[in-house]
């Protein structure tokens, strides 16, 4: 299956998305990020029962922190979908790609460059 | 079968312990009226004298409401002045959500210094229903204990702290019971402890469902309260159907039936109001002949000038002369 | 334990935003258990505001520790080397650890990062609710082990009062009426018949309204 998918994105593994927490995704901006997104099973079939529901939560959490201090809480995202669903994905990285672009670049980082450049 | 003693034989019989004009007239044997006058959220005197005047000659006393549902009001003492100055007996309502055990001592006292001498202690509506939802709130004392400090103060002639009164405040003392508040089974244990507290008189919450204010009642004489503390029945006359609606609905505590709802829902808009005033009539003439009952209180709620109809229909009317 | 909230970060953006060097300071004691001001949001909100303030052009030194309690002397010493790098501390511990602090810091400024609430429980994950208001003498052995000067909005000590409705307060439907507990636990302890002993007028002294309190036992002084 050759599927057509964004390179500009890299892909951090956890077991399960219920091990992600709110300071990953924020460490993620700090360190540069242009928006997160966290890929998880199905609603209803997490092998730990609730942890893509945890997750969900936690993008939430996250992305009104984001929206607070001005960074936009819509750079972070949650889907769901199947370990099959290989198109599914690409599908996905593809529209989260079009919405950062549209977005433009994380301010963090477009402040910390100008800082580097001006020194 | 009501037997009634003259105001000379009750006076050689040393049973007042005040000159209230409501502990009279209640052991005289008589069935007392009350009504209730809600001070203005203004400072004419004109909106408690003009309400007081409706009614005067068909009340024994009139109680004036201490910032009811938590909104602020002329005071409950001031406007009891202003009734008292009239020539009537005011009934001093006293809540213990806004005034510590000094304020309320103290306010006693000015009470007394007026000659008012009947009083209602209540907690009082909590602050989140009125216009000061950010305030705090006192309850240094709860009502019973209220009632606990004004017989201290009356009949042993002492200050919570200790110390002796000049001159005791005189005062007779009631309190408010729901018999339809919840958990039912100590509604009646709860009387009995403001019965101990020392309570001489009642008056009850707005009574609509009159089997269980009669199954109350049957409780009450169960334990003999009946011949401890006079209680009056609290009545209410409705406007319309959706003032009884809001009432059942809204109201805590408040138990309005749906057949009374019906009732009144069933008869054209116009003549809701005649319909609210009959089923009042009604409850009172059913209420007057329970066992224990020894008055009506009647809270007309902006609508004084009903009150004199309720009494003279109910066969309440004229009043006796003390 | 003592039940804190957290601050919102547009509040703590405005009271820090002056100061070039930022400690946030956790508690791993009560702040840590109701998820207000243990280490772990003491990395969500100093990650919130370098993020806030290099994005502002206005970047700080910001920097994450947690005692074990703010609320004594020991662990509040583990700090003395470093204090003086920084211009303010952010506090996240309850009220009683963000004053222990400033007192032990005297020429610090200490910024409270949550809202102490109330002495209360872990009712269910999420939900804290209140249990006690430290009234300094104790009567729950007489109310059936419910505290009605905590639990019930007029604090009535002889209630319930006639706003009980179906076993709920009259002020919110969801707030359970603390008389009604009451009731209900004296009568599955067959001990209704205590209901009817009159709870006598309260010395509040001991509580709030006599003043900042103070237990001294000598028997444990050195």
Same mark, same amino acid.
């Given at each position: 299956?050759?599927l ?7 892909i ?20 540069g #990020?242009?928006g997160?997104y966290?890929?998880?099973c199905?609603?209803g ?9 945890r #997750?969900r939560?936690?993008?939430?959490q996250a992305?009104?922190i ?14 769901n ?15 989260m ?6 977005l ?9 460059? #100008?800082k580097?450049?001006?020194? | 079968?009501?037997?009634?003693r ?7 019989s ?7 004009k409501?502990e ?6 008589h069935?007392?009226?009350?009504s209730e ?5 203004g400072s ?19 109680n004036?409401?201490?910032?009811q ?13 202003h ?10 309502q006293m ?5 510590n055990?000094?304020?309320?001592q ?19 509506d ?5 216009d000061c939802?950010?305030g705090q709130?006192?309850h240094d ?11 201290r ?19 007779f ?9 919840d958990?039912?089974?100590i509604?009646?244990p ?7 507290c020392?309570a001489?008189?009642i008056?009850t919450?707005?009574i609509y469902?009159?089997?269980k ?5 049957r409780?009450v ?12 029945a ?17 109201v805590p ?5 749906d ?15 005649q ?7 009604e ?13 009506f209180h ?7 000038e009903?009150?004199?109809e309720i ?10 002369k003390? | ?7 919102p ?9 002056? *100061? ?5 300071? &956790?508690?791993?004691e009560c702040?840590t258990?109701?998820?207000a001001?243990g ?9 919130a505001?370098?993020m806030?303030?290099?994005k502002? &052009? ?12 703010q609320?004594d ?8 080397g470093?204090?003086?790098? *920084?211009d303010?501390?952010?506090?996240l511990?309850? &009220? ?8 032990? *810091? ?6 409270p990062?949550v809202n102490t609430?109330f ?5 269910q994950?999420?939900?804290w609710?209140?249990?006690c208001q430290a009234c300094?003498s104790?009567?729950?052995a007489?109310t059936?082990?419910?505290c ?10 002889n209630?319930p009062?006639?706003g ?20 209900d636990?004296l009568r ?6 205590d209901?009817?002993i ?9 509580e709030r ?14």
């Amino acid at each position: 299956m050759r599927l057509k998918c964004p390179a500009n994105f890299r892909i951090v593994r956890l077991p399960c998305t219920g091990k992600i927490d709110v300071i990953h995704i924020l460490r993620a901006f700090e360190k540069g #990020a242009d928006g997160v997104y966290v890929v998880g099973c199905m609603e209803g079939d997490c092998h730990f029962k609730s942890g893509n529901f945890r #997750a969900r939560k936690r993008v939430e959490q996250a992305a009104k922190i984001l929206d607070k201090i001005g960074v936009g809480g819509e750079r972070v995202k949650m889907f769901n979908l199947s370990s099959g669903e290989g198109p599914l994905f690409a599908q996905y990285s593809i529209e989260m790609d079009k919405k950062i672009k549209e977005l433009g670049p994380n301010p963090v980082k477009v402040a910390l460059q #100008a800082k580097k450049k001006a020194a | 079968m009501r037997s009634i003693r003259t105001l000379e034989e009750l006076e050689a019989s040393g049973e007042l312990r005040t000159s209230s004009k409501l502990e009279k007239i209640l052991k005289m044997g008589h069935l007392a009226v009350t009504s209730e006058c809600g001070p203005p959220r203004g400072s004419d005197p004109k909106a408690v004298t003009e309400k007081a005047a409706l009614i005067k000659d068909h009340v024994d006393a009139i109680n004036t409401t201490d910032n009811q549902t938590a909104v602020t009001r002329m005071c409950s003492l001031a406007a009891c002045i202003h009734v008292k100055q009239m020539g009537l007996e005011p009934v001093l309502q006293m809540v213990t959500r806004d005034r510590n055990r000094i304020a309320l001592q103290s306010d006693l006292l000015g009470a007394a210094s007026f000659n008012i001498n009947t009083m209602l202690c209540l907690s009082g509506d909590h602050q989140s229903f009125g216009d000061c939802k950010q305030g705090q709130n006192v309850h240094d004392l709860d009502s019973m204990q209220l009632i606990q400090t004004v017989r201290r103060m009356r009949d042993e002639g002492k200050f919570l702290g200790g110390d002796d009164i000049k001159r005791p405040p005189k005062i007779f003392v009631g309190a408010a019971a729901n018999p339809f508040a919840d958990p039912f089974e100590i509604r009646v244990p709860r009387l009995a402890k403001k019965v101990a507290c020392g309570a001489e008189f009642i008056q009850t919450q707005c009574i609509y469902n009159l089997d269980k204010f009669e199954e109350w009642m049957r409780r009450v004489r169960e334990r003999g309260l009946h011949e401890k503390v006079f209680i009056m029945a609290g009545m209410t006359p409705m406007k319309s159907a959706g003032m009884a609606k809001y009432m059942k609905n809204r109201v805590p505590g408040m138990d309005v039936p749906d057949e009374v709802i019906k009732r009144i829902a069933g008869v054209p808009k116009e003549k809701q109001a005649q319909e609210g005033i009959d089923i009042c009539v009604e409850s009172i003439q059913r209420l007057k002949e329970v066992e224990g009952v020894s008055g009506f209180h009647i809270m007309a709620i902006e609508w004084e000038e009903k009150v004199p109809e309720i009494v003279e229909r109910s066969g309440l009317y004229p009043r006796p002369k003390v | 334990m003592i039940i804190a909230s957290k601050k919102p970060i547009e509040e703590i953006i405005q009271e820090v935003k002056d *100061y070039k060097r930022l400690l946030i300071l &956790g508690c791993n004691e009560c702040v840590t258990v109701c998820e207000a001001g243990g280490k772990k949001e003491v990395e969500v909100l100093a990650s919130a505001l370098r993020m806030h303030f290099i994005k502002e &052009g206005n970047e700080k030194k910001i920097d994450e520790k947690t005692l074990e309690r703010q609320c004594d002397h020991e662990y509040l010493e583990e700090i003395r080397g470093i204090v003086d790098n *920084y211009d303010a501390i952010l506090s996240l511990a309850c &009220g009683v650890g963000v004053q222990f602090t400033a007192e032990k *810091y005297h020429s610090t400024p200490l910024i409270p990062g949550v809202n102490t609430c109330f002495l209360g429980a872990n009712e269910q994950r999420g939900m804290w609710t209140e249990r006690c208001q430290a009234c300094g003498s104790c009567i729950l052995a007489r109310t059936g082990g419910i505290c009605p000067i905590s639990r019930c909005a007029k604090r009535v000590m002889n209630g319930p009062c006639g706003g009980s409705s179906k076993g709920k307060c009259e002020i919110n439907k969801e707030l359970d009426c603390a008389w009604q507990l009451i009731v209900d636990r004296l009568r599955d302890l067959g001990r209704l018949d205590d209901y009817e002993i009159v709870a006598p007028i309260k010395d509040w002294s001991t509580e709030r309204a006599g003043g900042p309190r103070k237990v001294v036992r000598e028997d444990v002084q050195v």
